[in-house]
């Protein structure tokens, strides 16, 4: 099976520095205001779900994977006007599922128990957003955003100042849960900002 980490960085690693500069950007907007521009950033992630579900089977189907992904793009972006919850679902069962992939073929987890269990994880994804109200808000953007941040991170610091960048991307190579770590630890100070933001801010007096 696939490993999403390796494939990721070495893609963006080839691309211009403006492509990593463009990612860190909208993964900062995704993590730490999410909920102000959930509306827009619910449709662009429908949107690229849908582009990459019909990229992948339009072949099945004998039709040009360019044409199957703008079909399912636009499939996915309507998905998310005509429908905030569906759409909510949709993103979750998709975050959760690729999150879950990377983790355990990160930890060392092959097939079938992998595909199994990046099923569960899809699955607890949609029951997520059906039994809270507010929380997938916060929780979907910041998981999503993390993750544009670190391969916009890559692409940035390998265009800019290679000697870090691939310093980093070799680390990444040689420990598997150094980027784990770091989505973690981002995706805590992320999902805590909006948190606090759509509560209220923390009021503090004297006594």
Do not use: K
């Not at 909920?35 to 019909?54: D, K």
């Not at 975050?95 to 060392?108: F, H, K, M, N």
């Not at 100042?161 to 598997?176: E, H, K, L, M, Q």
């Amino acid at each position: 099976m696939p490993n999403v980490q390796r494939e990721l960085f070495a893609w963006v690693t080839q691309q211009h520095g403006t492509v990593g500069l463009a990612l860190f950007a909208v993964g900062l907007l995704y993590a730490f205001m999410g909920f102000r521009f959930y509306t827009l950033m619910n449709g662009l992630s429908c949107g690229f779900i849908g582009w990459m579900v019909g990229a992948i089977t339009a072949p099945i189907a004998e039709v040009d994977p360019s044409l199957g992904g703008i079909a399912g793009g636009i499939a996915g972006a309507g998905l998310a006007v005509a429908s905030r919850r569906g759409a909510a679902i949709v993103a979750s069962a998709a975050t959760w599922g690729a999150l879950g992939y990377y983790v355990l073929y990160q930890v060392g987890i092959g097939p079938p128990t992998l595909t199994v269990a990046t099923g569960v994880a899809a699955v607890l994804g949609c029951g997520f957003v059906c039994a809270c109200r507010h929380a997938p808000i916060a929780v979907i953007t910041a998981l999503q955003g993390v993750m544009l941040i670190v391969v916009g991170w890559v692409g940035l610091s390998t265009a800019f100042v290679p000697s870090i960048g691939r310093t980093f991307v070799a680390w990444a190579g040689g420990w598997d849960m150094l980027v784990p770590g770091l989505l973690l630890m981002l995706f805590v100070t992320g999902y805590s900002y909006q948190a606090m933001n759509l509560r209220g801010d923390i009021r503090t007096g004297t006594s």
